[in-house]
Each structure stands twice: as C-alpha cells, then as structure tokens.
C-alpha cells in the first residue's frame, strides 16, 4: 500500500516483510532496548543481519532514553545506516503516545541529518514492550502526517509489518490517519 502525505513530498509505503530485507532502502530502524542489546524480536533480527560489527559499535551509544534515536553504520545489511529507538514500555513510560511519537520524529530528524533519502520503520514498541497495535499503528502514523511537511531529503517512509495483524492495522490507521 502507498500514500503521498499532504502538503509534503513524501510517500508512504506499508508492507509485510523482513526489515532486514529492505535493499531498496537507505536506513532502517531499529525497535532497540535501552542498553541497545540486540537479543530478540526486530533487534535480534537486525543485529543477526547486519554481523558482530553493529552490537559493538551500538554500545558505545548506550543506553538510550525512550523517545532517543541513535545511527550506527548499517554493516553487512543492504542499509546504510540503523537508526536505533527506544519506545515506551506500555503502562509504564508515560506518556506513551508523546513517547512514541518522539521515537519516529526523532529518527526522522536523524535521516535528515545524514541525507537519507528512504527509511523503513517496524512497528515500534509493540513486541516486548506491550503498546497495542492499534493504537501504535495510528500514534505512529499521525507523528509521520506531522513531521512530513518539515522532511527536505526523505523522500520515502516505509513501515514494514511482520505479521498480519500488524499489516492490516496499519493499513487500517493510513486510510484513517492519511487519506
């Protein structure tokens, strides 16, 4: 699924897949913990991904607070560059939806450092850390209709779904949120 966002130049993708497969993309995100260890879910997958070179590059960066984003060099990934967030751990760092938002805004600040022209999100802090998806879906979408109009190098926003479940909500939140 695309969407061109309003009164940006910015389109926005939603497919189901690995995050770790996104060649035709310059950086992806990473749903980090706050010591930037890389054990399980989207981390573990990434950090198996992209070789022993990433953890140790990632813990010079730690720990990160939720909302923080952090890049490290993307490796023996198709990606230039990781960009490493934390999100709020739901029912504990409040408040969530502010938290969350400030995780795709700040990566996206990030991207814009580093003139990354794509970037490819997972559906941060809904694994471990317990957020939703439906709600996730739609704070997470809202924060990139936000911060779209401000974006002068990304050009192509790409959340990469897992599962299902994950996919047809997102889905669900860019008709909602977007169109």
């Not at 389109?11 to 035709?24: A, F, H, P, S, Y």
């Not at 590059?57 to 990606?79: D, F, W």
């Not at 739901?90 to 969530?96: A, H």
């Not at 990030?110 to 794509?118: F, G, T, V, Y």
Request: overall charge positive; charged content about 30%; some cysteine.
């Amino acid at each position: 699924m695309k969407a061109k966002i309003p009164e940006s130049n910015v389109e926005l993708e939603c497919v189901r897949g690995d995050i770790t497969k996104q060649e035709n993309i310059q950086a992806i995100v990473n749903a980090a913990n706050a010591n930037l260890t890389h054990g399980g879910g989207v981390a573990g997958a990434i950090n198996k991904a992209a070789g022993p070179h990433l953890a140790k590059e990632s813990e010079k960066l730690a720990p990160i607070k939720p909302g923080q984003a952090v890049v490290t060099k993307g490796y023996e990934l198709s990606n230039d560059y990781v960009i490493h967030c934390l999100g709020p751990i739901y029912g504990k760092d409040k408040p969530e939806d502010e938290i969350l938002k400030q995780c795709y805004k700040n990566a996206l600040d990030k991207a814009e450092e580093l003139e990354i022209e794509s970037i490819a999100f997972p559906a941060i802090s809904t694994g471990v850390f317990k957020y939703p998806i439906q709600e996730a879906s739609r704070v997470s979408i809202k924060a990139i209709k936000e911060k779209a109009p401000e974006l002068k190098k990304v050009k192509t926003i790409r959340f990469v779904l897992w599962g299902w479940e994950d996919f047809d909500e997102y889905k669900k939140a860019v008709r909602r949120v977007i169109a």
